[in-house]
């Protein structure tokens, strides 16, 4: 509406370092690192020096925070305040398989939450969706004097690119979507298609431990079969004996639904984690759980005073206003919930903790789905390039492989590599194909395979620097690959995030 209440966008950028009326200048490149609803700023914040390195400072990294408040009103958001959220907890990714109420009590709190999100918006809800981001991205370019889009999103950060080639096909510059979501299964709001190879990349934790042998892992065993089952062993005990856990940082409990989140979120980042959750692993065996509950502590409630730093900041329940949105509305039924949640968790190990994200959608207001939903069958100005690990637990290489089938001419590049989105490991390979793409538009043959650099339990080699190093192009991708991987290990709360 174009006399209608003013959308606040906010973005971010690392400066190219050559100016805009130089020839050596390619435009603004557009960030997104997933979510649903993180935090493009916080990502180019973090990252952007390193992505601006990549291209050697030829474009803008751009991040942008999707639509956050209405002119000077405040953010979107189900809580008035950061102590409300955290009283109510209510985590998405919870396990819930923990007790027999688990998937019940997920149910009622995502009706109660979905009131709580109707009751108390600001009349910004039904405009927060991936249509509407999409859109907000060409703005962008365009404010920058370019027509198409050059954009690099990752996860839940492929639906959005993904969508926009979609939509808007004949505006394609650059796109890449790098641990790519299916987003037919996404729209309908199933999240039935992301586990696919999560056991696999588990799988890679027990083989890893194994090779890398005592010395190197802490939680080894005289095979993967046995690490495995001393794993399932630590599972069978915690489920009836919780380890009380105080240090000087915090206190709590350490129970069977904190050691499976622990377990799983290692598998976003396993080069940088797998190590970590083998000393927290083997800790646990010895009686304590201070390594382990220190993996999923949520960061302390300071105040729940106003407070300017936050507005930007993400929120807990943004996977809620942009997946519940975007998909097909969920029966709020409670015999159907369980249903769904037999099917999954009985599909897949992980289920029990995933299943929680169609579950939470099941309470949500009931707006209109009008946005773009699809098809995903175009032919975009300039060919989309998709990267796919041989094993990432939340988005499959098969999903990259059946959303390239839909976009003519597009690529995949297979990293063999586990862990979630390319980021997940150090590869001079793949950057190198990324670099070319976005300087020269060029992309790798079908079927291209990238190896990495990184194993696993092995810390990188480190390279002696001094202020005279020149850096060869592979040490350089090398170096700039590594610093990549580090910071992916702190990734956002996102179930669909790096």
Not at 306 to 329: H, K, Q, W, Y
Request: aromatic share 10%.
């Amino acid at each position: 509406e174009p006399l209608g209440n003013t959308l606040v966008v906010a973005v971010v950028q690392y400066p190219s370092k050559y100016s805009h009326n130089s020839t050596d200048y390619k435009g603004p490149i557009l960030f997104n690192p997933g979510g649903p609803g993180g935090s493009g700023v916080d990502f180019v914040l973090g990252r952007g020096k390193t992505f601006g390195d990549i291209f050697d400072g030829r474009f803008d990294i751009v991040g942008l925070i999707p639509v956050v408040r209405i002119a000077r009103s405040t953010r979107v958001s189900v809580f008035r305040t950061e102590v409300e959220r955290a009283l109510w907890g209510y985590d998405l990714n919870s396990e819930l398989g923990y007790s027999p109420d688990g998937v019940g009590k997920a149910w009622a709190t995502a009706s109660v939450t979905g009131e709580l999100a109707l009751e108390r918006d600001n009349g910004l809800l039904a405009h927060i969706n991936t249509d509407q981001t999409a859109r907000d991205m060409l703005r962008i370019t365009e404010a920058y004097g370019y027509e198409k889009l050059q954009y690099w999103g990752f996860s839940y950060g492929t639906v959005l690119g993904a969508t926009f080639a979609a939509m808007l096909p004949d505006k394609v510059g650059r796109i890449i979507i790098d641990g790519v979501c299916d987003s037919e299964d996404y729209y309908a709001t199933l999240w039935s298609k992301n586990l696919v190879d999560s056991e696999k990349t588990l799988q890679g934790f027990f083989d890893g431990c194994y090779e890398a042998g005592p010395q190197r892992c802490s939680f080894y065993a005289p095979s993967p079969d046995a690490i495995s089952a001393n794993l399932t062993a630590l599972y069978k005990r915690l489920r009836t004996a919780p380890v009380p856990v105080k240090t000087d940082s915090g206190y709590g409990v350490l129970d069977y639904r904190r050691l499976r989140r622990a377990v799983f979120l290692s598998l976003y980042s396993p080069y940088a984690k797998f190590p970590i959750l083998a000393d927290a692993l083997s800790e646990l065996a010895r009686g304590s759980g201070n390594l382990l509950y220190n993996m999923t502590r949520e960061p302390d409630v300071k105040c729940s005073c106003p407070d300017s730093s936050n507005e930007l900041a993400s929120v807990n329940e943004a996977t809620m206003f942009v997946a519940c949105n975007d998909g097909a509305s969920v029966p709020n039924n409670l015999t159907e919930i369980e249903e769904y949640y037999a099917e999954i968790s009985s599909e897949y190990d992980f289920g029990s903790l995933w299943a929680g994200l169609r579950i939470g959608c099941s309470g949500w207001p009931r707006l209109p789905k009008d946005h773009f939903q699809g098809p995903f069958v175009t032919n975009t100005s300039h060919p989309v390039l998709l990267i796919g690990n041989t094993a990432d637990p939340v988005t499959p290489l098969c999903a990259a492989q059946k959303m390239s089938a839909g976009f003519k001419d597009s690529v995949v590049v297979h990293q063999d590599s586990l862990g979630h989105c390319s980021l997940a490991a150090a590869s001079p390979c793949t950057l190198g194909y990324v670099r070319g793409y976005f300087i020269n538009g060029t992309l790798p043959k079908a079927g291209t395979v990238c190896p990495t650099i990184d194993k696993l339990f092995f810390p990188p080699e480190k390279a002696e620097v001094h202020e005279q190093t020149v850096w060869s192009y592979d040490d350089r991708m090398s170096k700039l690959g590594r610093e990549l991987r580090s910071l992916s290990a702190e990734r956002g709360n996102g179930p669909l995030q790096v």
